[in-house]
């Protein structure tokens, strides 16, 4: 694949790690393969998992559009345009899931570009607002981006283990933030994957009590490892009857649909179910709401200033993901493997495996 020549205001990064998102898997589904489904046109399933380690063309519905994955990945700036004032050559820099946006709305102005009102440009799956043509991840080696949409990566953190705060760690981050998480502030995180991990981590760093709330009893040692105080199991009637009222903040991480209401019920008064993972149209008993006046509320990615204070937080804090570091041409394993829920807690690509011999 090849990445648009630098624009004024562009910086070209060498992508060293890319984080292997939930959204990557769906956006394979979405591009007609890797799915477990049988529906599939003829060729779309190999031409996507191709697309997970080369660029590929999709062959469905007669449309050509690629897909690469790919969006929270961290690197080393090779070439800066003209204009460029906030990178030199050879900063280490981060990039997440947006990589570009009007800048002038009341969203942008806010410092919520990822909520602008003409909707950011994504990473990947997304068309680039100057020149029209389709946005391309970071399953690659070279990223080209605009300036503003790239980050800075503090010292201390190591690149690998930092690439999933661009994503997954944003995505908890902000409503963490937002619903002013801190000490004396009780919280519950659902789930324990990619999200919910650094969830646990960030609330814990933020000095809340933490408890994760999880399907499975087994997984106490990895809540108490993380920085939990406690494991609740969401299917032990007894115990969530006696957590009722329990908890001021819940990060619901789980993406899959579910009922909200057994989580509404273990809030304090005036507390917040934060849901972050995508569940289309859910169905609330107002009175579950009324009863408390408890809100619930959702986020999704990241603003630039939230993300550059989240990468210093991390820094400060020695927070980075917990990883398991796989070279590029494995992408295929990690996304099998995801699918599957076998990862703690999130892939990470190596992408130095992608570099042509000069020979
Ligand atoms: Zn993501
Ligand atoms: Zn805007």
Not at 48 to 71: I, K, M, N, Q, R
Not at 108 to 130: H, I, K, M, S, W
Request: with cysteine; glycine share 12%.
């Amino acid at each position: 694949m090849e990445r648009r020549d630098l624009r004024a205001d562009d910086v070209a990064v060498r992508v060293d790690y890319c984080g292997v998102c939930h959204s990557d898997l769906h956006a394979l589904r979405d591009h007609g393969g890797r799915s477990a489904g049988g529906d599939e046109a003829a060729g779309a399933s190999a031409a996507a998992a191709a697309a997970a380690d080369e660029t590929a063309e999709a062959t469905d519905g007669g449309s050509s559009v690629p897909l690469v994955p790919g969006h929270e990945f961290i690197g080393v700036v090779t070439e800066i345009g003209p204009e460029v004032q906030r990178f030199a050559i050879g900063d280490v820099v981060a990039v997440g899931n947006i990589v570009d946006a009007c800048l002038v709305c009341d969203m942008c102005t806010a410092g919520q570009e990822n909520f602008c009102r003409e909707f950011p440009t994504l990473t990947y799956g997304g068309v680039d607002r100057r020149d029209g043509r389709p946005t391309l991840g970071a399953y690659a080696r070279e990223y080209v981006v605009r300036e503003e949409f790239a980050h800075r990566v503090p010292e201390g953190l190591d690149p690998s283990a930092a690439a999933p705060l661009l994503c997954a760690g944003i995505t908890v981050w902000e409503p963490l933030t937002a619903l002013e998480v801190g000490p004396g502030v009780r919280v519950a995180v659902v789930g324990l994957g990619g999200l919910g991990h650094l969830a646990v981590k960030l609330a814990t760093a933020l000095g809340a009590e933490t408890t994760v709330i999880s399907r499975s009893a087994g997984k106490l040692e990895d809540a108490r490892q993380l920085g939990a105080a406690d494991l609740l199991v969401s299917g032990d009637g007894p115990a969530m009857a006696a957590a009722r009222g329990r908890f001021d903040v819940i990060v619901d991480t789980v993406a899959v649909s579910h009922e909200l209401a057994p989580y509404l019920e273990l809030l304090a008064l005036d507390g917040t179910l934060a849901q972050v993972g995508y569940l289309g149209p859910v169905t609330v008993e107002t009175t579950d709401l009324l009863l408390g006046r408890k809100k619930l509320t959702s986020a999704g990615s990241g603003g630039m200033a939230k993300t550059a204070q989240l990468l210093e937080f991390c820094a400060e804090h020695g927070v980075v993901a917990d990883v398991e570091v796989l070279p590029s041409s494995r992408v295929g394993e990690a996304l099998d493997r995801l699918a599957r829920g076998d990862v703690r807690f999130r892939f990470v690509l190596d992408m130095s495996d992608l570099d042509v011999d000069p020979s």
